[in-house]
């Protein structure tokens, strides 16, 4: 066991984070294992289970054939059976390949059973763009799977979440759909925010589902967001604090279940929200929060109409202007929140 001192001395990418939470609960508990595509010798596209096939073997790690809907079936049968499977759908756009395993079984076949079967297994998968990937291969797409009940997910945004978050979902007995963004993920050939790779305690720990975490306190508007999202956000809070301008930023970390009570408290006290989404910006995540406090308008008082910043209703484009022009940027969080400060709520 290392000592306080040492485990907050050693710093993590968020990629390593994962692979470390997996590795520790793939030795706590001989039931769960990884399947997926480039999961195994790969060590995952963007590094979520490097060193595992060296210290499980290829009975825990398996790669498996390009059939989203096989592996994702496979792991259903498996969790069924009382196993706890890992299954990594290497980019969420391909989501639509296997949704049916997803969202007609995995997320319905508990309550479909009247709660006799249990299904503990964690879908990990890929999101954003910013590297020019292009429209199949650059979208966050989480909305849609915190629309379908029976399905937790969780979006973090640094390392040490990443590790106590994966911890939690493989302990979970129900399927959590675990979203990780490229951006962030620490890979040498990426370029990407630096906030993400942090402190990493060395010893396993959890952090419970929904419960948001406020990164920065703030006094005249809420940034609530998660994922990349938050590491652009610290960014903007910087350059709006030049200006006198406080900001609040809240990193949701999951959006099943969302905490509510985290995001009306900080809205209730700054009396100014900004959603800051790299998702689509129609019937989704900023959509969600800007409708939770309007409902809560009895007990709210805000200065200013709520503000969502998000992608338009385009597909992520290849060239790299255009695509830095649809997803919403450090500059657009700041003007954002300018324009919050002079508008007035009549």
Known sequence: MTTATQAKARMLTMAQAISEATAQEMARDPRVFVMGEDVGKYGGIFSATTGLLDKFGPD??????????GFMGAALGAAAEGL????????????????DQIYNHIAKNHYMSGGACKYPLVITTGIGGGYNDAAQHSQCL??????????????????????????????????V???YHKGIMGLSWMSYFEGSTNEVPEEPYAI???????????????????SQMVQKSLVAAETL?????????????TLVPLDRATVLKSVAKTGRLLVADEDYLSYGLSGEIAALVAEHLDSIRLKAPVRRLAVPDVPIPFSRPLEQFAIPQVD???ASVRGLMTAKVY
Request: proline share 6%; with cysteine.
């Open 208 to 226: 419970p589902f929904g419960e948001a975490r406020v990164v920065r306190e703030g006094s005249d508007v809420t940034i609530v967001t998660l």
């Open 60 to 69: 825990r790690v398996m790669d498996t054939p390009i059939s989203e809907t």
């Open 332 to 334: 657009n969080i700041v």
């Open 241 to 253: 604090a030049a200006e006198g301008i406080s900001a609040e930023i809240v990193d949701l970390r």
């Open 84 to 99: 706890r499977p890992i299954s990594e759908l290497m980019f969420v756009d391909f989501f639509g390949v296997c949704f």
């Open 177 to 179: 759909v675990f979203l």
């Open 142 to 175: 989480y909305s849609i799977f915190a629309h379908v009940p029976g399905l937790k997910v969780v979006v973090p945004s640094n390392a040490y979440d990443a590790k106590g978050l994966m911890t939690t979902a493989i302990r979970d007995d129900n399927p």
